[in-house]
């Protein structure tokens, strides 16, 4: 079965850290881009960062950079969001999303809080 389990999520206060953890399995690590979205109250669901297929070149939205670092772990087959700095306005759900031969997917949320 094919699966990305998304852990790590929490309350954190402005200029905290949080780790998120997507662990993937049934599907060939390398063939896929794998990533985050964040949805916020009321708002669309939006890219944050991802790591591409193959080489793994990790990409941000602009106000994840310099804040978050992606990165992945193949013989655990996990990417690691950390976040850094974090601010009231990453406040949303974050989603693990894998792209890759002929499908889409996307894991559970995980509920990231930062107070103010």
């Known amino acids: 079965e094919v699966q990305l389990q998304a852990s790590g999520g929490g309350l954190a206060q402005a200029g905290g850290s949080l780790t998120l953890s997507c662990l993937t399995s049934?599907?060939?690590?390398?063939?896929?881009?794998i990533g985050w979205f964040r949805q916020a109250p009321g708002k669309e669901r939006e890219a944050v960062s991802c790591?591409?297929?193959?080489?793994?070149?990790?990409h941000y939205r602009s106000s994840a950079k310099g804040r978050f670092t992606i990165s992945r772990d193949k013989g655990k087959v996990t990417v690691y969001l950390q976040m850094n700095s974090l601010k009231p306005e990453d406040t949303a759900v974050y989603y693990c999303n894998a792209v890759g031969p002929g499908r889409v997917l996307w894991g559970q949320g995980t509920q990231v809080t930062v107070s103010s």
């Open positions: 790591v591409s297929s193959g080489d793994g070149s990790p």
């Open positions: 049934g599907l060939t690590f390398d063939e896929y881009a």
